[in-house]
C-alpha cells in the first residue's frame, strides 16, 4: 500500500495516476471540500480517507499508515493569502513528523519509505551546499516574506533527522527546479545538488516529471538504493 499526502494538489494528482496506472495499491487523505477538486474516480486500487492531515488524532494516524510500505508526500500550502499567511504556519513539517512519528511507533519492525517532495530553494545541510551570498540573502528574506519557505526548510530537516538505519523510516526529498506544467513524462536529469541557481538562474522541472521520479521511488528498488538518504535535484532536459 502507497500512502498519497497532497493528492489533491497538482503533483499529487499526477502521482496517483500514475501509481493506479501501474495496478499499485494507494490510500490517499483528502479534505472534505477538496473531494471533488482532487477528480478521484472510483477505483479498486483506491483507498480514499476524509480528513484534515493537521487535524488527525492519534488513532487516526495510525489507522492511516496502517499496513503502508511507501508513503509519498506532496503536500503544499494553497496559493491564496490565506494558504500562505494564515494557519498552520508548519503545516508540511507537521504532517512529515507526525506521520512518521505514528510509522515509527507502531511499524518499527517493517521499514518505510517516505520520499518528500520539497524544493531547490531548500538547500541539503548534509552535503554542505554553499549558495552565493546573494542566494542565502534572498532566502533569508523569503523565510521573513513568505512562511510556506521556512516550512519547506523545517520538512525536509524533519525527515533527514530520521536515521536511514534503526529507525521505521527511509526517506528521499526530492527537489524540482521551477515547477511548469506538460501532458507528458520527458526526459529529466538527476543530480545529488543544484547546477544552477534556484533564484538567478533556476532551472525548469516538469509535475509529471516529478511525479514518475517519485513513483519510480517507489517502486524501483534500485533505484530507491541509489538515492535513499539523500536530496536528489530534477531538471527538465529541455531548458530554455
Not at 512529515?96 to 541539503?124: E, P
Request: aromatic share 4%; charged share 20%; proline share 6%.
Amino acid at each position: 500500500m502507497i500512502l498519497v499526502l497532497g493528492a489533491s494538489g497538482a503533483t499529487g494528482k499526477l502521482v496517483v495516476e500514475q501509481l493506479l496506472s501501474a495496478q499499485e495499491s494507494v490510500r490517499v487523505l483528502v479534505r472534505k471540500c477538496s473531494i471533488q477538486l482532487a477528480g478521484l474516480k472510483a477505483n479498486p486500487q483506491l483507498d480514499v480517507r476524509v480528513g484534515d492531515i493537521a487535524e488527525l488524532s492519534t488513532n487516526e494516524l495510525n489507522a492511516l499508515v496502517s499496513g503502508v510500505q511507501v508513503v509519498i508526500c506532496c503536500l503544499g500550502h494553497r496559493a491564496t493569502f490565506q494558504g500562505i499567511y494564515g494557519p498552520p504556519r508548519r503545516l508540511v513539517r507537521d504532517a512529515v513528523r507526525n506521520v512518521c512519528k505514528a510509522i515509527d511507533k507502531n511499524q518499527a519492525l517493517t521499514q518505510v519509505k517516505f520520499i518528500l517532495m520539497n524544493s531547490t530553494g531548500c538547500r541539503n545541510e548534509l552535503l554542505n551546499e554553499r549558495p552565493s551570498l546573494a542566494h542565502r540573502a534572498t532566502v533569508a528574506l523569503l523565510r521573513i516574506c513568505l512562511p510556506p519557505h521556512p516550512d519547506n526548510e523545517a520538512a525536509a530537516r524533519t525527515l533527514r533527522a530520521f536515521p536511514t538505519v534503526g529507525s521505521g523510516i527511509d526517506w528521499v526529498v526530492v527537489r524540482p527546479d521551477s515547477l511548469i506544467d506538460e501532458p507528458e513524462v520527458s526526459a529529466y536529469d538527476v543530480h545529488p545538488s543544484p547546477i544552477r541557481d534556484a533564484i538567478f538562474n533556476a532551472g525548469q522541472t516538469s509535475r509529471i516529471n516529478v511525479a514518475h521520479f517519485m513513483c519510480q521511488l517507489a517502486l524501483d528498488s534500485g533505484l530507491w538504493l541509489q538515492w535513499q538518504g539523500q536530496s536528489p535535484v530534477l531538471y527538465n532536459q529541455r531548458q530554455p
